[in-house]
Structures are given as structure tokens and as C-alpha cells.
């Protein structure tokens, strides 16, 4: 019988001596929570992450899972907090932010490209993944709606005091860039990659639509039809970004035609 295990990050706050002059977000641990609740009403293995979990600590323990991951069992990372990018000569490399260190769009993607078992892998990211360097920005809170980038300023502040450690990485996992994996991996992400996503106190923009879609949704909905609605729910209230659906190393036919989060 098929098992499905869930992991859940959500950070809102970083290091401040490692991110000097971060603003706090106030809804990501609030947005893994409630994945976190949903998955484990789907029958998922839901483990929460701590807050102030490091980069380290999470590729360990999703190398610890895969290892006991079989033949058609459901692998599901959902992470909410800050996104930002490290402009390296091309292409640019979008991050997730850990407590004291960004990590790396490929680094991500090469956890599973030596995986020789047919296990299903989605990936849900509410978080910022902006087009162009110049393009970040730390937007300002306008009636309670903050954005989840990360200042360019203190992105670079970060990538100078971990430097040796990036260029380290960004060398050693430079064959998965543009997310040149053999293994087909799903993901449901906040926007484009131009875009930055927002939050208010409650939720982030996209994990509330999420939800939303989610109560709304009928029994046979797949992937890309839970995108679907979210995207338009997101559209029917004005907001700007625009969630997006992307399938790395190929078509898996369960992952396409099947309930979503059916294990």
C-alpha cells in the first residue's frame, strides 16, 4: 500500500546578523500549518518544521525520507517565506531563505535526480521568484500586504558573508540549473519568476487561494485543474501575480490524471 510523507516549511523571520536589514513576514509558519493540516487530512505523514529551521537540517531530512520512500509512494514539500535570487553570470539562480543561508533553485532539484524509484514528488512554493536582479525590492507594507522578496541590499550582504560557501554550491550543482533533472518532479508555485508574492497577516496570497480551491474542488480535480482554479480565483480578485504549474524531468501519469494529494 502506497504512503505518502508531507514536510512543511514556514519562516518568517531570518537571521538579522546574517540578513542584515530583513523585514519579518508574519504569515508563513501560518501557511505551513495549514498545508501541514491538509495534507494529514489526506492521510499524509505531515511533519511541520521548526521556525527557525537551516538549510542543513532540511536536506538531511528529506534525504532521511526519500530513503524510506517506495515504488509509488507521494513526496510532498510545500515552503512559505522569503525568495530572492543570486545573480551568478547566467542563469540567475532563484533561492528559498533559510535562517542564516539562501538556498539554491538547483540545489532544491538535485536532491532527487539519483532517485531510482517511481515515487510521486510535488512541490508547493509561496515565496518570491523575481526575473532580474535589479527587479528586487523590498516593498513596503501598504494596509496590512506585504511582499515576500528579499532586498537586494540585504541579499547581497547575505551572499557576502557565506561567499565561498555559494560559489562552492552554485559550482557544485551547476548540472541541475534550468532544473535538469531525470526525475519527474511537480511544481505549484506563488508566481513568476518577475513577479513577487504577498502576503497579509493572515495568509499568504496564494496558500489562501490554495485553500480556497481546495474547499471548492470535486472529488476527481488533478494538479493541473487545483491550478486552474487557483489561478483564476487569484485573477477574479485583482491580484497581479500570476501562480504557475511547472513539470521537471517529464510527465507523470499519476501525478497528472489522478486526485491531487491522493495517495
Given at each position: ?11 518568517d ?9 530583513f523585514k ?6 501560518k ?53 530572492a535570487q ?8 532563484e ?20 532517485l ?21 525590492f ?42 535538469n533533472i ?21 495568509y ?42 511547472k ?17
Open positions: 500500500m502506497s504512503k505518502g510523507i508531507s514536510i512543511h516549511v514556514g519562516i523571520k531570518l537571521d538579522g546578523s546574517w540578513y542584515p536589514g519579518p513576514l508574519k504569515a508563513a509558519y501557511d505551513a500549518s495549514a498545508m501541514q493540516e491538509l495534507a494529514y487530512s489526506m492521510g499524509f505523514s505531515a511533519c511541520l518544521m521548526p521556525k527557525n529551521i537551516q538549510k542543513e537540517s532540511l536536506v538531511q531530512f528529506i534525504s532521511d525520507v526519500l530513503k524510506i520512500l517506495e515504488d509509488g509512494d507521494f513526496l510532498l514539500f510545500t515552503f512559505a517565506g522569503h525568495g543570486i545573480p551568478k553570470d547566467d542563469p540567475i539562480h533561492t528559498l531563505c533559510f535562517y542564516y543561508m539562501q538556498m539554491l533553485d538547483s540545489e532544491v532539484y538535485s536532491l532527487f535526480d539519483t531510482e524509484k517511481d515515487i510521486r514528488i510535488l512541490l508547493i512554493f509561496d515565496s518570491c521568484h523575481s526575473g532580474d536582479a535589479g527587479m528586487l523590498e516593498s513596503p507594507v501598504e494596509d496590512g500586504v506585504r511582499s515576500r522578496d528579499l532586498a537586494f541590499e540585504t541579499m547581497v550582504e547575505n551572499v557576502k558573508k557565506n561567499a565561498e560557501n555559494y560559489l562552492m554550491r552554485i559550482e557544485r550543482f551547476k548540472e541541475f540549473e534550468n532544473e531525470r526525475v519527474p518532479v511537480y511544481l505549484m508555485a506563488a508566481c513568476r519568476k518577475e513577479e513577487v508574492a504577498k502576503e497579509d497577516d493572515d499568504g496570497f496564494y496558500t489562501r487561494h490554495f485553500l480556497k480551491a481546495w474547499e471548492m474542488r470535486n472529488a476527481t480535480d488533478t494538479i493541473p485543474d487545483l491550478h486552474d482554479a487557483i489561478k483564476k480565483s487569484m485573477l477574479d480578485e485583482g491580484i497581479t501575480q500570476i501562480p504557475q504549474l513539470r521537471y524531468g517529464g510527465i507523470h501519469p499519476r501525478l497528472e490524471n489522478e486526485p491531487i494529494l491522493k495517495i
